[in-house]
């Protein structure tokens, strides 16, 4: 077929009917409401949610957690795009990052070492490895969904923000039914939780996300 | 960017936007336009990979297939040459991956057929006529139609008694189908 007679015929084809960013916020939209409908009515919030919104370390929790979800979506939205500059978006990442080591430093500073490792295993540490990763399943799906519409440069990179993204997103929502608050505990089990999304995110993009 | 390439990028971006609109004449305009540039940057590439030159139109043909599926990742309210340029560059890498998984065959498997091929050509590549025979028959009437033709979609329509938002929806897929087979690959 000559290029010309190509042309053509996508001419005909003009109307676009998938763009990224807004499709993107809608799949998103969807699983994470989703994951909190499952976590409102299967798994529930904490009992004590009223007094332990004054506590410093669960609004610690909650923010921390939320800062890291809004910024991973910021790199989702971007690494579906070819030629996008990841650089920026993803340095950002290193601000909940730096944020989590400042709180284990406060934690260590104020509790006695007899209580470190006590702090850190927490009562529910397998509960948030099960249910993080249960969590982010929904836009997890959303998110590879989307990607596999888009172009990205790199599929592996590309599953695995969508796993990061995910997974934070998951740890926000989770962190309202945690009952663990010690920094302690969120960077060892919530940061565990969302590596293993990620890790899974790149092994599903590098197969699934090729265009 | 200079201003040359600036002006030239908001035309093209302009007529891109209008395009994504719905707006058939800019689509064409814009696709006629960015094909010569489109097919400097992959003769470059595949001189700088030492590929054969005699490639670079399936590969102009791959990347427009990819443009047009994947025209909503480009965020309208940036420049669309790096867009562009990073479509090709993808392109190339797949073409040239492909390309070297099918030259490690070894050489008995496909001897006899070297004698028959023109352009020396060994690689199992899918050019876009060879992918259009994969099509269902309907589809490949339609594709022939709006190409080759070079008939509109009113006229396909007319011709083979369908709507003409069936003709559409029907190249749609089509091309969506062309464009995935070499992605496949």
Known sequence: MKTDDLIKMLAQDAAVSFRLAPMMWAMLL?????????????????????????????????GLTLLSALL??????RVGRPGADLRLPALLMMIPLAILILGVLAELLTVPPSLWAINMMGRNAMVCLVVIPFLSLAPMVGAMAVLRRAAPDSPGVAGAVAGLAAGCVAAALYAWRCPDDSPLFVAAWYT???TAISVTGYMFGKRTLRW | MSNEIRARDDEWASLMRAAMGGDSQSYHRFLVTVTPYLRGLAKR??????????????????????????????????PIGPWLSAIVRNKMIDNLRRRSRNSALPIEDFEWNLAVEENGSITDRMDAETAIALLKPQQREIVRSLSIDGSGVKETADRLGMTEGAVRVALHRALKLLAGRYGSK
């Open chain 1, 30 to 62: 969807l699983g994470v409401s989703a994951s909190a409908t499952l976590l409102l009515l299967k798994i529930g919030i904490r009992t004590d949610i009223a007094e332990a919104l004054f506590a410093g370390r669960v609004l610690f929790k909650l």
């Open chain 1, 192 to 194: 565990l939780s969302i």
């Open chain 1, 72 to 77: 991973a979506v910021n790199l989702l939205l």
């Open chain 2, 45 to 78: 590439r595949c001189l700088k990979a030492g590929v054969t030159t005699t490639e670079v139109e399936d590969i102009v043909q791959e990347v427009l297939l990819a443009v047009h599926t994947k025209r909503g990742t480009w965020d309208t309210t940036r």
